[in-house]
């Protein structure tokens, strides 16, 4: 009887570090991240969307309109007026709230690091475009880097975004 049990621990610690293993992917968490973000601009909600945005993040390079109008001294109150803004520019579209349609065009894993080539289109859900400009992005490159032991990715950096009326 004791050899049984000894199986059975075996058999489900083996089946229990097969899905540890498969949900870590890359493959699997990428997908997740955009979803995330889809969710959290769909529900105007600017703290989950900045929370998908990785500690390691430099917003100082990625959005310098914030650090060169002097709206941060640190990168935790440039972070801080970063989700400000975002805030307000999701309650800002509360009448007709953000979809992000996206599709991962490709996924590249180095070490702790991953780089996802996503196409993306920014509208709102009645199908009309939320800025000046329609915000599309094809095959663009966001780094990604885990955030946590069980291998949620996070966006670390990216390819420069320019929204032009």
Do not use: C
């Amino acid at each position: 009887m004791t050899r049984n049990r000894l199986l059975v621990v075996a058999v489900v610690l083996a089946v229990l570090l097969g899905w540890f293993l498969w949900w870590r992917r890359p493959a699997v968490q990428a997908p997740r991240l955009f979803q995330r973000i889809a969710a959290a601009l769909h529900d105007a909600k600017g703290g989950a969307l900045i929370d998908q945005v990785h500690e390691r993040y430099d917003i100082a390079t990625h959005w310098p309109v914030l650090a060169e109008a002097g709206l941060g001294d640190s990168p935790e109150r440039l972070r801080m007026t970063a989700q400000f803004a975002v805030q307000q520019v999701l309650n800002s579209h509360r009448s007709a709230p953000l979809k992000m349609l996206w599709t991962i065009d490709g996924i590249d894993a180095a070490g702790d690091d991953v780089v996802a080539t996503v196409s993306l289109r920014l509208t709102t859900d009645d199908g009309q475009d939320p800025l000046a400009a329609p915000l599309s992005l094809s095959r663009h490159r966001f780094t990604l880097a885990r955030r946590n032991w069980l291998g949620e990715l996070a966006i670390l950096a990216h390819a420069p975004i320019t929204v032009t009326p």
